[in-house]
């Protein structure tokens, strides 16, 4: 296996793994705030970076069945959301290949 080499984003406002600080996600890449996680208050991203991704799994959420998979901070290993890969609801369809961050478990970097 080679190096895993983390990105680094130049946003001016960052969300950050709240364990390490790794960089996972830019302000503007929010795509909706009216999210709930396990630990409360959640965001949904258009992209992500420096995670790694479970393992495809049927969850039966507030909005209907759906496929995600659980997305760990690359550096540390913490859950931090998951990643939405097949909604079978129509009107759910937006999120498919989108990220949800929760914030109980992110940090301001910048």
Known sequence: MGLCYNVYLTDSHIYGCK????HLSNYSDIR???FQGQHGKAYLFDHVVNVTEGKPE?????TGEHIVRDIYCKHCGTCVGWKYDLAYEQQEKYKE???ILETELLVNVK
């Open 19 to 22: 364990v390490c600080s790794t």
């Open 32 to 34: 909706s705030r009216q």
């Open 58 to 62: 049927k969850r039966s959420m507030r």
């Open 97 to 99: 290949g989108k990220f």
